[in-house]
Each structure stands twice: as structure tokens, then as C-alpha cells.
């Protein structure tokens, strides 16, 4: 699967964790992963991946930042929202919201 860009452009930063995530894609490509930038300072990133099944949040976690060690310190901290969820979680999911139903940035 492509990995998606749903609202607005792409900037240097997204296109940066863009990169890393399709490395991430090559090596999971079942994965879904959606990267948007809300406002001028918060990157949003959802990963819908079957393989985080029966793992927990930190092993989660601990996956996806390997990922993202190619990518720079200051590009790292415009990630402000960082949604790992296994497919039968979205329903159940609040921060899953963000993505479907995105609140507007008043920045």
C-alpha cells in the first residue's frame, strides 16, 4: 500500500518521515500509514499494521522508532501524534479519530 498524505501538502518534514516510513511499508506491507500535517508545528502519523496484533503499545512503540532514526531530532518533534493500532482497534480507538474526523487547527 501507498503510503497516504489525506490533508494538505507535503513539506520537507513530512516528506522526512515519509522516507522513513517506507522503508517501514517495505518491511510490513500490509501496514495502512497515513502522515498529515495539522498546523505548522504537528505532524501526524497513524500506522494501522495486522502485525501489531497481541503486541503492546511499548513494543509498538519500540518498533516504529527505529524507524525513525533516520530521521533528524527537529523533524522528530514536529511528530506530535504517533497512532499504532492493530486493524480490529480503530473502531475503539479515540485518537483513531483524528484521522477520520479531523478536528481544524486554529493556527
Same mark, same amino acid.
Given at each position: ?13 513530512? /516528506?522526512?518521515? +515519509? ?12 501496514? /495502512?500509514?497515513?502522515?498529515y500535517?495539522?498546523? %505548522? ?14 503486541? %503492546? ?8 522508532? +527505529? ?5 533528524s ?6 511528530i %506530535? ?11 475503539? %480507538? ?8 479531523p ?5
Amino acid at each position: 500500500m501507498a503510503i497516504r498524505i489525506p490533508r494538505g501538502g507535503s513539506d520537507a518534514v513530512i /516528506e522526512s518521515v +515519509k522516507r522513513a516510513l517506507e522503508t517501514y511499508q517495505r518491511d510490513h506491507p500490509a501496514a /495502512e500509514i497515513d502522515i498529515y500535517r495539522q498546523d %505548522s508545528v504537528s505532524g501526524l502519523v497513524r500506522i494501522i499494521d495486522p502485525d501489531f496484533t497481541d503486541m %503492546s503499545r511499548v513494543e509498538r512503540n519500540d518498533l516504529i522508532w +527505529k524507524y525513525f532514526d533516520q530521521v533528524s531530532d527537529d523533524d522528530q518533534g514536529d511528530i %506530535s501524534m504517533l497512532v499504532l493500532l492493530a486493524p480490529d482497534e480503530t473502531s475503539r %480507538s479515540m485518537a483513531n479519530l483524528e484521522f477520520e474526523d479531523p478536528v481544524p487547527s486554529r493556527l
